[in-house]
């Protein structure tokens, strides 16, 4: 059974680097796709971005100059930097398997809560 | 920019039938966006119940079908039970394997 939990501090100041893991268990990290995705207080998701078995990465636009993902094969983790925190940056981040279209969005993690604030 | 739309809100009464839609502003939704469908229950992380238009999970319950009409993706509850309440997302693929998340249907059932 494959199981994600994402992990990361719950406050950020404003202008700092948000820093998200994602552990994966039951799954090796380097055979998949996998998306961060997050969801404001109210509102409805969003897409971060994804990261490929390859390593390579492909961004949400419009948030594209302040993410990083990267994987650490050692450790079966996934891990999300957002620069440049603002109020808009909170939300919950979630993980997620993605397989596209051979199965979608198939694993989630239970989403971490993050608040930009001073 | 691509921006996916569905219904905010829909009612429908326990044991009916009900169909969400989603649009995209660049054209018709067609079987090249893999549409997906999601569902989230308040605190709790989304599901997808439908993949690739019309492929469902295992845990999908077999009332829930999708599929592509009138240049929309759509998802069909036939049947609708009191636990099917819950907020709906469409999820879209871009050329540029982008996702794209509708903006949710509120589903009441009552």
């Known amino acids: 059974q494959v199981q994600l939990q994402e992990s990361g501090p719950g406050l950020v100041k404003p202008s700092e680097t948000l820093s998200l893991t994602c552990t994966v268990s039951?799954?090796?990290?380097?055979?998949?796709?996998w998306s961060w995705i997050r969801q404001s207080p109210g509102k409805g998701l969003e897409w971060v971005g994804f990261?490929?078995?390859?390593?390579?990465?492909n961004y949400n636009p419009s948030l594209n100059s302040r993410v990083t993902m990267s994987v650490d094969t050692s450790k079966n983790h996934l891990s999300l930097r957002v620069t440049s925190v603002t109020a808009a940056d909170t939300a919950v981040y979630y993980c997620?398997?993605?397989?596209?279209?051979?199965?979608?969005?198939?694993?989630w993690g239970q989403g971490t809560t993050v608040t930009v604030s001073s | 920019q691509t921006v996916v739309t569905q219904e905010p809100s829909l009612t429908v009464s326990p044991g009916g039938t009900v169909t969400l839609t989603c649009a995209s502003n660049?054209?018709?939704?067609?079987?090249?966006?893999?549409p997906d469908w999601l569902q989230q229950k308040p605190g709790q992380a989304p599901r997808t119940l439908i993949y690739?238009?019309?492929n469902k999970h295992s845990w999908t319950p077999a009332r829930f079908s999708g599929s592509l009409f009138g240049g929309r993706a759509a998802l069909t509850v036939s049947g609708v039970q009191f636990e099917d309440e819950a907020e709906y997302y469409c999820?879209?693929?871009?050329?540029?394997?982008?996702?794209?998340f509708g903006g949710g249907t509120k589903l009441t059932v009552l």
């Open positions: 997620a398997r993605d397989s596209g279209r051979n199965n979608g969005m198939d694993v």
């Open positions: 039951g799954a090796s990290i380097s055979s998949y796709y």
């Open positions: 990261i490929s078995p390859s390593g390579s990465t």
């Open positions: 660049t054209g018709a939704v067609t079987s090249d966006h893999f």
């Open positions: 690739n238009t019309n």
């Open positions: 999820l879209l693929y871009s050329s540029s394997a982008h996702r794209i």
